[in-house]
């Protein structure tokens, strides 16, 4: 069964840095987003993407976050100047068409010292 | 008020028992709703998307009460396997952004 799939697994970085996390979508996929949860709350959705383009950004996605679409398969998420209380699980998702499933990636665990 | 409200437990449960969770919406122009399953330090994954009419997979129901703007799951049999966090998920029109609840938290005992 096709799966989302997210580089690295985790990320331990210093504050100030910039932080590159990587996604796979599944292949015939069209939408893709990015959530984050911080440990011990809630998932909450960051950004969708689609044709290219920002389809949606939630007040957490400031300017210091941007998202890619670098070639025909990754998407990425960066971070500029990391902050500690950026630090949380990322996961990537996709989904087919719009009002279908999404399919979450494993995650990024980072952690900003 | 938060978007998606759950009791985070955790509910301690027996093999083999029924239990039931519910959450509510605030958003009524909310359009999608789901229950996703997230075992410890993993991603969440679908369990099954809940309709007007009600649905069941399996040892699995789903409740969906528009009016109350209420969501229940009720899991029969309970199995050890079914330890895990249980989050109630909307989405409204559009670009279907997941809004999330806390989740609420299953231990199934032997």
């Known amino acids: 069964e096709p799966e989302v799939t997210q580089t690295p697994s985790h990320q331990v970085t210093q504050m100030g840095q910039e932080v590159i996390l990587r996604c796979v979508p599944i292949?015939?996929?069209?939408?893709f987003y990015w959530y984050r949860q911080i440990l011990g709350q809630k998932v909450e959705f960051l950004v969708s993407?689609?044709?290219?383009?920002?389809?949606?950004k939630s007040e957490i996605f400031d300017d210091q976050f941007s998202v890619e679409r670098p070639d025909g398969s990754n998407f990425t998420l960066k971070i500029r100047s990391t902050k500690l209380e950026d630090s949380a699980m990322y996961f990537c998702?996709?989904?087919?068409?719009?009002?279908?499933?999404?399919?979450f990636g494993p995650g990024t665990r980072l952690l900003v010292l | 008020r938060k978007e998606v409200e759950q009791d985070p437990g955790p509910f301690n449960v027996p093999e083999g028992a029924t239990v039931a969770f519910n959450c509510t919406y605030s958003?009524?122009?909310?359009?999608?709703f789901f229950w996703y399953r997230q075992d410890c330090r993993k991603e969440p994954k679908l369990l099954m998307s809940?309709?007007?009419s009600g649905n069941e997979d399996g040892r699995f129901t789903a409740q969906l009460n528009r009016a109350s703007q209420y969501i229940s799951l009720l899991i029969r049999d309970s199995k050890l396997s079914d330890s895990a966090t249980y989050l109630c998920?909307?989405?409204?029109?559009?670009?279907?952004?997941?809004?999330f609840g806390t989740g609420t938290r299953l231990l199934v005992s032997p």
């Open positions: 998702a996709s989904s087919p068409d719009l009002e279908e499933t999404q399919y």
């Open positions: 292949s015939n996929h069209l939408y």
């Open positions: 993407f689609y044709n290219n383009e920002i389809s949606e």
């Open positions: 958003n009524s122009a909310s359009q999608s």
């Open positions: 809940v309709y007007s």
């Open positions: 998920v909307v989405s409204g029109r559009g670009f279907q952004k997941l809004v």
